[in-house]
């Protein structure tokens, strides 16, 4: 029986070549998912064993149906590709003309990028419990980042905001999802030429960095397949401790990185308290 792959922001860019890869390997049924259904059709009619279903991120009772009618025509579900995104393209603290209040600040992809992570995430683990159960690390959550999620971005504040705030999500639950099987990782890639990246980022990168899509599709291939990885610098991460990763992708290299040092004992007990909280529940 095929595995079955939900990915969300999967009708073009990184999610769209994963399904294709998923689809066209015979051992996958990809389910897509975006809010455009002419460009979600078109999509699906273009690669194999791939269906499309229309729902928004940010509705949770529309995404809950999808996942529940995906559920419901497979008896399981195997990967999650947390995929959906979109960067503003205007000036966060742009001046404003208005004598008193000033209107509301532009914000709402913050409800695409980081609530329909959460959303999705959520739905995932549901429904990870009640298909068939599998070896530990068969089931995966594979998040879409950024480098904006690990550096600051001047360019893209918000959309950078909400990238820092997916690589702390993942981090927060890989080791609690962890204890139930499932691999919870992050992708941070530099620049990938896909939909995002609108006329208003164009000249923006010098060509030397943009990363050719195909490198992160085989990365995410990679942590599916849950052996041992290699970093560019020789950090070597074996299949039992692959989870909780964040994965920075730069040219057609890739570094782990870890999450930063404790300066004091303080700190690292602070930390463990918090880690360990659902333990003892």
Not at 91 to 100: I, K, M, S
Not at 193 to 215: A, N, R, S
Request: glycine share 8%; charged share 20%.
């Amino acid at each position: 029986m095929s595995q079955v792959a939900i990915i969300t922001g999967g009708t073009s860019g990184i999610g769209l070549d994963v399904a294709r890869k998923l689809g066209e390997s015979g051992a996958w049924h990809v389910h897509i998912i975006g809010s455009s259904s002419q460009r979600g059709r078109e999509a699906a009619s273009s690669v194999p064993n791939t269906t499309y279903n229309q729902a928004d991120v940010r509705n949770y009772p529309e995404l809950a149906k999808t996942f529940a009618r995906v559920f419901a025509e497979s008896g399981r579900i195997d990967f999650v590709f947390v995929n959906a995104g979109v960067a503003e393209s205007h000036d966060f603290f742009a001046p404003h003309t208005e004598a008193d209040l000033p209107p509301e600040p532009p914000i709402g992809l913050i409800r695409i990028n980081l609530d329909g992570a959460m959303n999705t995430a959520y739905l995932a683990m549901h429904y990870f419990r009640r298909s068939p159960i599998l070896a530990p690390g068969m089931k995966n959550l594979i998040f879409t980042a950024s480098i904006g999620g690990l550096y600051p971005c001047a360019l893209t504040p918000v959309y950078s905001a909400t990238k820092h705030g997916i690589v702390g999500f993942a981090r927060s639950i890989a080791d609690k999802l962890w204890g139930e099987g499932v691999r919870v990782n992050t992708i941070c890639p530099g620049v990938v030429k896909t939909p995002l990246f609108t006329d208003d980022f164009e000249g923006v990168f010098p060509k030397e960095v943009e990363i050719p899509i195909h490198i992160v599709t085989n990365l995410i291939l990679s942590l599916l397949t849950g052996d041992e990885m290699v970093d560019a610098k020789g950090c070597a991460v074996p299949s039992n401790a692959l989870f909780s990763k964040t994965l920075h992708i730069s040219g057609e290299k890739f570094y782990f990185i870890d999450q930063p040092e404790f300066h004091d004992e303080q700190g690292r007990l602070t930390w463990k308290a918090m880690m360990d909280r659902w333990d003892k529940t």
